[in-house]
């Protein structure tokens, strides 16, 4: 029987943990995924870097050095030119401590309440890191253009994506089923591009080096 890989999702949100398995089971990893909601005595580290990729690189090797186990992390965010590129990396953090999504993507609307349809530019930004026990690390990232919308749209989804349209897209990221957000997502370019990036092991076969490093601390059957 093949073995399935136990994987760590470095953050304690429940949505954005699921949306990074279904991720990753999309390119084919056999997974036993894990949230951090399922470790409640490991905290995460301070977002003290200066990028998402400083970030994520953070949240991965402190979870894997916590859990023992590999993980995988992001870092994301909205860029707003006519906010000079906030809320950026404080994404998570714009309406304060302890606000809700709802707080966060309110005070962009507010704050872009008179500028123009041709001036509401924006994008969707991803870090993606792989960490496990042994040291080994891996990053990459992803991007989805579009503009803000004037009010919020959709359900689906989580963070700021009830009032992102997407380029090309009259539907806000909320309006979009999980598979159509997978495929043109910052977080699902960003993950696709961590698994894509090849490797090789046996007798020619192509292993990601996602998977290839994940093999070293896999548990289970």
């Known amino acids: 029987m093949r073995q399935r890989i136990r994987l760590v999702v470095a953050s304690h949100n429940r949505a954005k943990a699921a949306e990074i398995e279904r991720i990753l089971r999309d390119e084919g ?3 036993d995924a894990v949230s951090l909601a399922d470790f409640p005595d490991v905290a995460p580290p301070p977002e003290i870097g200066q990028t998402f990729a400083e970030n994520a ?10 859990t023992g186990l590999p993980a995988v992390a992001d870092d994301s965010g909205l860029e707003v030119d006519a906010l000079d590129g906030e809320p950026g990396i404080l994404s998570a953090r ?3 401590e302890g606000a809700s999504d709802q707080d966060r993507y309110q005070k962009v609307l507010k704050l872009l309440r008179d500028v123009p349809g041709h ?3 924006a994008r969707f930004r991803c870090a993606a890191a792989y960490a496990d026990p042994d040291g ?3 990053l990459a990232e992803g991007t989805c253009e579009g503009h803000t919308a004037r009010e919020p749209r959709g359900t689906s989804g989580f963070g700021y994506d009830p009032i992102f ?6 539907r806000t990221m909320a309006q979009l089923t999980p598979s ?3 495929a043109i997502s910052h977080r699902g370019r960003a993950f696709r591009e961590l698994a894509a990036a090849s490797g090789a092991a046996g007798e020619g076969e192509r292993l990601t080096p996602l998977r290839a490093r994940a093999i070293l601390a896999m548990v289970g059957a």
């Open 29 to 31: 990893l056999e997974l």
């Open 119 to 121: 001036e509401r530019a």
């Open 94 to 96: 714009y309406a304060g």
């Open 136 to 138: 080994t690390a891996l």
């Open 57 to 66: 690189m953070l949240k991965a090797e402190g979870a894997a050095a916590a």
């Open 165 to 170: 349209l997407p380029e090309g897209e009259t």
């Open 180 to 182: 159509e957000k997978h």
